[in-house]
């Protein structure tokens, strides 16, 4: 087993916390505008929300019982070591640092320095790089309290975190107390029956983009005290506060804009639109400004969970040594390091747009292998004490990855280029893999024969 110099400092609120900001980013406020202009039926959409939450809660479970079981540093990156072995699990720390955070930590920051700016009449397109500057600075400020240490660290997330889900508390209970919403919108849009399953298809996927972050707590399952116990508490509890809260914002969205108010053209301004509807246009540019606060705690999840990864994948000699090395803090402070300013590169490198077509079907598959390796571990390794066993077993994987498999097979058919470009950058980490192997046997080969001679 690998040496890990990581503290065990973190406790059920911190983990709980982490899963929620993860959750809880821009897929919240840009898919249930797109979805109202492309499906034009609530019950469509409320429904394909509520199989969301049922999916990312049957993940969790299938997480919580691989955390519990292999409580050490990296997520995923841990389970697909234990059940196919150092290929699949370094081809899934390739994408995770590229795709899988660093991306996201730039779209996320970028979003948080739209709205923060947005009463300066700087959120346009025309003042892009001034964003993209913006974003950059949030980044570096959000990355050095969580260097420092982990106490450093958890007041950051729990701050930020409670600040988003106050916002989002606020907007939901406003709405139903002071608001002027109206529940007849629901009974408006297109017939049942006119609404295609290709359609309702590609909008599950961005439902399940929001939802995405239902396992981040197992990324810290090396640093959570007792993680027996908590790991679970926080993958399910965190799963679901924001199961709820999804359902109660869609609800809201629902009543206080009506369908025939949203177009392509301006769905991702449905929130904006919500709120202005609600409580009156005064209070938009307060609310752009507290939103892209919220973002904040999804910066922070972000800067948090991902240098775990590349952390393991030091230990194990898949990634370079330097991620490995720790502070006497216990804190893996230049993995952080290198996912913030590989995050940075990309947010003054790419546009964003294709981004999500980018990642959609590579993190599909490795969602598939890791959900799996529940079955592959109970298969070779039934002895491994496991502290918490999933109810529902075999069911609840087996839902989860069925699904899973349908929205990938779609998404190629759908997104065919940008499908081939995500699989072909997983495939060109087999040469890389073997390429480091080879240059690193060569170098500890080099380095006993040092030894040895002196």
């Known amino acids: ?64 019982e691989l955390a519990a079981a292999l409580p050490r540093a990296g997520g995923e990156y841990v389970y697909l070591r234990e059940a196919y072995g150092p290929m699949p699990a370094f081809l899934s720390g390739w994408t995770s640092f590229f795709v899988g955070f660093s991306a996201p930590l730039a779209v996320a920051s970028y979003i948080a320095a739209s709205y ?3 009463p300066f009449g700087l959120d346009t397109q025309g003042n892009r790089y ?7 600075v949030i980044i570096l400020a959000v990355t050095l309290p969580n260097l420092i240490g982990h106490r450093h660290s958890a007041r950051t997330q729990s701050l930020t975190t409670i600040l988003k889900l106050g916002l989002f508390a606020a907007l939901v209970a406003g709405a139903f107390l002071r608001g002027t919403g109206r529940l007849a919108y629901l009974g408006q849009g297109r017939a049942l029956g006119t609404v295609g399953l290709g359609t309702a298809a590609t909008q599950l996927f961005y439902v399940m983009f929001a939802y995405s972050g239902w396992n981040a707590a197992s990324y810290l399952a090396g640093e959570v005290k007792n993680p027996a116990r908590t790991l679970p508490r926080s993958l399910l509890l965190g799963t679901g506060v924001v199961v709820v809260l999804y359902l109660a914002l869609n609800l809201v969205f629902a009543c206080a804009v009506p369908l025939t108010d949203v177009g392509f053209d301006n769905a991702e301004q449905v929130p904006q639109l919500a709120v202005a509807n609600l409580f009156g246009s005064g209070i938009g540019s307060v609310f752009s400004v507290l939103l892209g606060l919220t973002f904040l705690a999804t910066v922070s999840a972000f800067v948090i969970t991902g240098p775990r990864v590349y952390y393991a994948m030091a230990c194990d000699g898949l990634f370079p040594a330097i991620a490995g090395r720790t502070s006497r803090q216990g804190v893996p402070v230049r993995a952080m390091i290198l996912q913030s300013l590989c995050a940075v590169i990309i947010l003054f490198a790419t546009d964003f747009q294709n981004l999500y077509q980018y990642a959609a079907v ?58 081939l470009w995500s699989v072909g950058s997983i495939l060109l980490g087999i040469p890389v893999y073997y390429i480091w192997g080879f240059a690193r046997r060569r170098l500890d080969a080099m380095g006993q024969t040092r030894r040895s001679v002196n």
């Open 362 to 419: 590579g993190l599909s598959l490795f969602a598939l292998l890791f959900i799996g390796a529940v079955y592959v571990l109970r298969w070779r390794q039934p002895e491994m004490e496991r502290p918490f066993r999933m109810p529902g077993y075999p069911l609840t994987p087996a839902i989860f990855m069925a699904v899973t498999l349908f929205m990938a097979v779609y998404a190629f058919k759908q997104w065919r280029t940008p499908s």
């Open 116 to 118: 923060l700016l947005t």
């Open 1 to 64: 087993m690998p040496k890990e110099d990581l503290q065990r400092a973190y406790g059920l609120s911190t983990s709980t916390y982490v899963v929620i900001a993860s959750m809880m980013g821009t897929g919240i406020l840009v898919s249930p505008g797109y979805m109202m202009a492309s499906l034009g039926n609530y019950p469509v959409i409320f429904g394909l929300w509520a199989l969301g939450g049922l999916l990312a809660l049957c993940g969790a479970l299938c997480v919580a």
């Open 130 to 136: 001034t964003l993209k500057v913006a974003a950059a």
